[in-house]
């Protein structure tokens, strides 16, 4: 079993702070989202194909912009949101796909 000593500890929080966040600051009211996962399963247990998934309509804000001059933002970064299902721009940051839209764009915060 592997130890480790406080000095590796001190580096993985310092990559954790510096590394796991996004390099994309998005501009005035444009909201960054991460997609919750599809579902699998219906409630019932039964397994549903890739070509019958529905896009999901909830997410995790990622990153807001400053909001406008005249109305500031009211999400955060890790607000649970719900979206329309055709809302924001499917954009790809470091590998991992997010979505791009307008905080008007957002129905609510759970």
Known sequence: MAQYSTDDKHQYKYFKKNYMSVNFKPLADRVLIESAPAEQKTASGIIIPDTAKEKPLKGTV???GPGKI???MTVKKGDMVLFGQYSGTEINV???TYLVMRESDI???F
């Open 62 to 64: 990622v990153a807001a």
């Open 94 to 96: 470091e590998g991992k």
């Open 107 to 109: 129905y609510g915060i």
């Open 70 to 72: 005249d109305e500031p």
